[in-house]
Nanobody
Framework: QVQLVESGGGLVQAGGSLRLSCAAS????????MGWYRQAPGKERELVAA???????YYGDSVKGRFTISRDNAKNTVFLQMNSLKSEDTTKYYC?????????????????WGQGTQVSVSS
């Protein structure tokens, strides 16, 4: 059974930083593309960042230059370093996994989703 467990969310002041982690189990982690999505109330689901099994990275326009995705295949974990946080970054962040980085980056029929971790940025 595949599990994606996010951690690292919390409350931070605007301009601050948080680092999200997603621990994966039940899959061959090194073969999977991983990513982060978010969806604020009343808004469309949004790609935050994706990373292929080979380490290529993709970012949503709203986070480019502020967020960095990385992975540690030895620990079956993907990270999202979030810097210069803004109030509009406030929402729940979901870890995703799929064997296709195209599906992760496009959001189409992604195989696995975590339960999410809340990020709140106070202005």
């Amino acid at each position: 059974q595949v599990q994606l467990v996010e951690s690292g969310g919390g409350l931070v002041q605007a301009g601050g930083s948080l680092r999200l982690s997603c621990a994966a189990s039940g899959l061959t982690f090194g073969s999977y593309a991983m990513g982060w999505y978010r969806q604020a109330p009343g808004k469309e689901r949004e790609l935050v960042a994706a990373i292929s099994s080979g380490g290529s990275t993709y970012y949503g326009d709203s986070v480019k230059g502020r967020f960095t995705i990385s992975r540690d295949n030895a620990k079956n974990t993907v990270f999202l370093q979030m810097n210069s946080l803004k109030s509009e970054d406030t929402t729940k962040y979901y870890c995703v996994a799929d064997q296709s980085v195209y599906r992760v980056a496009s959001g189409i029929v992604i195989d696995y989703w975590g339960q999410g971790t809340q990020v709140s940025v106070s202005s």
